[in-house]
Structures are given as structure tokens and as C-alpha cells.
């Protein structure tokens, strides 16, 4: 006997809605039922382009929301507008993924988690990179205590040229740029790793070099397209996070974690989470001489992790189960965005706030 329907929403028809379409479609047993978007005529103009023929178009997600047959959505908005959508739907009754960045603030974020933990309804955050192989291929490690005790963590990258347009870049819009727009990846892959640690104080700065510049002036940007920070955990150990959107470097150099057992070097030339790893390296000793492993890549016609993260949700949607990335979990990288954008303004350390 088949399995009944999810039927699901999107909220929000821009270019992220279309890759959550593509993977629902090669979910078996998902109907896509209903297409939202405030631009008016764009819900439609999304359901023709993708012949989404049983969905239906509205402008204003609530309305959306009163659909019963509806079980879940995909919010796909703007990031300063994943906050309302996402908890309107919890308590509405309805399961969310929702795009990362979580929200364009820790506020926002912690209101979400109230409200999926009130509502009783999974909030799960599409962080696709907690599905790359080869990340959890270098979590296994961290996770087996070959490393031993971890007390220097580096992460973080950059893109040559990589400053994106429209929504991206406007305050009211974004809440934030590349801090909290690919920054994100990083922070919560590497916490993922550690085991979710909390943040204690945090000491961090942002800069925008290239927004004055052409070819990018004309946009007008109004964020930052850099950002470092120096965090420390409560395990005792210290990590060090830079992020570009545009530099004038190819790299901002590997991932690495040390302990006092071994360490751990990941290669991904965009940062964990926003492009594929290339390398894996262990260094430890072994029979007090040190040695030098070179981990074996997953294949690359291994799933995606896309449609993983896609097929995870409506999994845990159809069992009533946990969601695969809880947000109470995704809090713990928001605090640490949170207290680099206060830092960045007050010229001091500061502290993390508790979640």
C-alpha cells in the first residue's frame, strides 16, 4: 500500500523555492499544493514555469496557512523575512523547513523555536551542508576522539569575487550580508562537529571594502562583505571564524581543528558548507612517530545533499519524528552571528547570550 500524500507549500518564489521544488519532485509521494509570494503575479508566474499545475497561488501566506490539506512548508522568503512566515506556520499546525540563515536575528530565531516547541510541530533548517559526506566523514573523526582534546578550531572562507545582488544586499531585506549569509554554513557545520558547544565571549569585526567599489557600487549595498571573529567555547577551546564575500586572495585557508591527540585539515575552498570538500587530512602519531593520513573522498554520485536534507523532512514529516536540524540546535551558531555584529559595533568583547 502506498503511503499517503505530504502535501506541501512554499512560501516564497524566488530561486531557492526552485531547487526545493526540483528535490520534493524526486521525493516519491509529495504534492506540491500551494505557491506563495507578496509580488504579485509571481506565485503564478512560478507555477507556469515549473507546471506545477495542481498548486495554487496566493499572495499572502496566512491564507495559505487556512489550506488544511496542507502539512508542511518550505519557507524560501528573503532572510529577514524567515521569521513571521515560520512561526505563523507552526502554529498553524504545520511542519517547516526553512531556509538558512535561520533568521536575521537571534530574537527572531529563539521566537521560532518557542513557537515550534508551543505548537508541537517540526522546525527543521535547510542546512544541506550536515548532508555532504565528506563533512560527516570529518565529524566521525572529531566524534571518535581520535583528535583527543580540542583546543584551537579554524573555519571560515571566501569567494575571489562573489557578492550577490538584489535582496542580498539590503538591510531591511537581509538583516545582514556575508556574516550571516554564508557565514552561517561554517559556524554551524563546525559547531555540528564539536557537538553543538556554547559560546562564551566573542570579539569580532566586520568590514564592507568593496561595497564603494565598482562594479558594485551601483548596487547600493548595505552590509558587510566581511567578517572575522575570535570565539571562545566553553570546552575551553578558541575558534577563530573569517568569512568573504569578494577579497583580494584566493582563499582564506583551510578548516582545521587541533587536539592534543591529533588534527584534522579540511580543504573546501568556499568554507565548510558552501562548496564541496576537496581534501581531508589527519596528522596523529603513531608508535611516537607522526604520521600523515590522506582520508578517501565519498564518490561524487553520492546523493545530493539537497535533496537529502529535502527527503529527511518529509521522512521525519510522515513519522511524526524529530526534525533532522532542530532549531534549538541552529540557536547556538545564531548567538555566536549575534554577539560578532554586537562586537563589530561596540569596538569590545562581548558576551554570547545563553541559548
Given at each position: 500500500m502506498s503511503e499517503k500524500p505530504v502535501r506541501i507549500g512554499i512560501i516564497g518564489a524566488?530561486?531557492?523555492?526552485?531547487a526545493h521544488l526540483a528535490a520534493y519532485r524526486q521525493v516519491p509521494g509529495v504534492q506540491i499544493r500551494a505557491v506563495c509570494d507578496v509580488v504579485a503575479g509571481k506565485a503564478e508566474e512560478f507555477i507556469r514555469r515549473h507546471a506545477v499545475e495542481e498548486a495554487e497561488a496566493f499572495t499572502d501566506h496566512r491564507r495559505l496557512l487556512a489550506e488544511d490539506s496542507i502539512e508542511a512548508v518550505s519557507v524560501c522568503t528573503p532572510h529577514q523575512f524567515h521569521h513571521r512566515p515560520t512561526v505563523d506556520a507552526l502554529l498553524a499546525g504545520k511542519h517547516v523547513m526553512c531556509e538558512k540563515p535561520m533568521a536575521a536575528s537571534l530574537a527572531q530565531a529563539m521566537e521560532m523555536v518557542e513557537a515550534a516547541e508551543?505548537?508541537?510541530?517540526?522546525?527543521?533548517?535547510g542546512f544541506q551542508s550536515r548532508y555532504d559526506a565528506n563533512v560527516d566523514l570529518a565529524r566521525r573523526v572529531v566524534v571518535s576522539g581520535?583528535?583527543?582534546?580540542i583546543y584551537y578550531v579554524e573555519t571560515g572562507g571566501g569567494r575571489r569575487r562573489g557578492i550577490p545582488g538584489g535582496s542580498f544586499v539590503k538591510r531591511d531585506t537581509a538583516g545582514g550580508g556575508a556574516l550571516l549569509d554564508i557565514?552561517?554554513?561554517s559556524l554551524d557545520t563546525v559547531l555540528h562537529m564539536l557537538g553543538h558547544p556554547r559560546a562564551l565571549r566573542v570579539a569580532g569585526m566586520t568590514a564592507?571594502?568593496?561595497a564603494g567599489r565598482p562594479p558594485y557600487r551601483e548596487r547600493g549595498i548595505e552590509v558587510e562583505d566581511f567578517a572575522a571573529a575570535w570565539v571562545r567555547l566553553e570546552t575551553g577551546a578558541t575558534l577563530l571564524f573569517k568569512i568573504a564575500w569578494a577579497m583580494h586572495a584566493d582563499s582564506l585557508g583551510t578548516s582545521l581543528l587541533l587536539g592534543d591527540e591529533g588534527g584534522?585539515?579540511?580543504e573546501a575552498p568556499g568554507g565548510l558548507g558552501d562548496a564541496g570538500v576537496r581534501r581531508l587530512e589527519l596528522f596523529h602519531d603513531m608508535g611516537g612517530m607522526p604520521v600523515h593520513t590522506e582520508l578517501p573522498l565519498a564518490r561524487s554520485d553520492e546523493p545530493r545533499p539537497f535533496l537529502r536534507k529535502i527527503g529527511h523532512?518529509?521522512?521525519a514529516v510522515r513519522s511524526h519524528g524529530q526534525a533532522p536540524i532542530p532549531g534549538h540546535q541552529v540557536l547556538r551558531s545564531m548567538a555566536i552571528i549575534d554577539a560578532i555584529y554586537r562586537s563589530a559595533q561596540s569596538g569590545r568583547e562581548e558576551v554570547v547570550a545563553t541559548v
Open positions: 524566488g530561486g531557492i523555492a526552485s508551543r505548537a508541537g510541530r517540526i522546525l527543521t533548517i581520535q583528535l583527543g582534546a557565514g552561517c554554513y564592507a571594502p568593496f584534522l585539515r579540511i523532512f518529509i521522512a
